[in-house]
C-alpha cells in the first residue's frame, strides 16, 4: 500500500509479557517515528529514526521499551516485562526527508497498534 | 521545552456555521505548528502547516488557520462547516530553535461535533 503500515492493529497480552510492534513506513521516507497515544489524551513522542540511526529516544519511558530500525526501513517498537500502564495506541508515523528540509513533508501515520494489557 | 495547549475539549457547531478550533503554544524559539485530524481507530492526517511567511495558511478540507505570533496562537478555522467535519483534531509544535529536534508535541485534542 502507499500509506504507512502497523501490525498488529490489536495486541492483547498478559501483564509481564514482551510484545514487538511492526511498522512499515512509506517507501523511500527517511525519518520514522514513534508515538503512545493514551485514552483521551494527544500522541506523545517516544523515538526517532533517521534511515537507521536512532537520534533520539528521550520520550522512551523506561529501559523496558525499545526501538530498532535496522536497514533504514521497517522499525520494530519493543516493550519488554509489560505493564498495565503500557496500555495505549502506539503510532508510527514516516516523512520523506530529515532536518529542515523535512519540515515541509508532513509526518504521514499509520492507524496504529492498540496495546492491551492485563 | 515546546508545549500545545488546547483548552477546549469538545466543539459543537451546526452545519454550515463558521467553526473555530482554538490553539496555543509555547517554544523557546521559533515555532513550526500543524494540524492533524484524526477519525475513530484510525492513525492522524495532516491538515495544513504554518512554517513561515503569510500567517494564514490554508489546508486540506477546506480548513484555514491564523498564526498570531504576539498571542501564542494557531486558531483552526472554517467559514462553513460540515457533518463529515466531526473528527478529532489536534494541533501540534516543533521548536526549530533546538537544533536536531525534530519531534512534535501535541495538544490534548478537540472534539469537534457538527450538528445537522
Known amino acids: 500500500g502507499a500509506g504507512v503500515s502497523q501490525s498488529p492493529r490489536y495486541k492483547v497480552a498478559k501483564r509481564g509479557q514482551d510484545v514487538a510492534l511492526r511498522c512499515d513506513p512509506i517507501?523511500?521516507?527517511?525519518?520514522l517515528f514513534w508515538y503512545q497515544q493514551a485514552l483521551g489524551q494527544g500522541p506523545e513522542f517516544l523515538t526517532y529514526?533517521?534511515?537507521?540511526?536512532?537520534?533520539?529516544k528521550s520520550g522512551l519511558p523506561s529501559d523496558r521499551f525499545f526501538a530498532e530500525r535496522p536497514e533504514g526501513s521497517v522499525s520494530t517498537l519493543k516493550i519488554q516485562r509489560t505493564q498495565q500502564e503500557d496500555s495505549a495506541v502506539y503510532l508510527c508515523a514516516s516523512s520523506l526527508v530529515h532536518g529542515d528540509r523535512g519540515l515541509w513533508q508532513p509526518q504521514h501515520f499509520g492507524d496504529g497498534t492498540r496495546l492491551s494489557i492485563l | 521545552a515546546q508545549s500545545v495547549a488546547q483548552p477546549e475539549d469538545q466543539v459543537n457547531v451546526a452545519e454550515g456555521n463558521p467553526l473555530t478550533v482554538k490553539c496555543t503554544y509555547s517554544?523557546?524559539?521559533?515555532?513550526?505548528l500543524f494540524w492533524y485530524v484524526q477519525y475513530p481507530n484510525r492513525g492522524l492526517q495532516f491538515l495544513l502547516k504554518y512554517i513561515t511567511g503569510d500567517n494564514l495558511v490554508k489546508g486540506s478540507y477546506g480548513f484555514e488557520a491564523e498564526f498570531n505570533k504576539s498571542q501564542t496562537s494557531f486558531h483552526l478555522k472554517k467559514p462553513s462547516a460540515l457533518v463529515s467535519d466531526s473528527a478529532l483534531y489536534f494541533c501540534a509544535v516543533r521548536d526549530i530553535s533546538n537544533f536536531g529536534n525534530e519531534k512534535l508535541t501535541f495538544g490534548t485534542g478537540t472534539r469537534l461535533t457538527i450538528i445537522p
Open positions: 517507501s523511500g521516507h527517511v525519518s
Open positions: 517554544v523557546s524559539g521559533n515555532p513550526y
Open positions: 529514526f533517521q534511515n537507521e540511526a536512532q537520534l533520539d
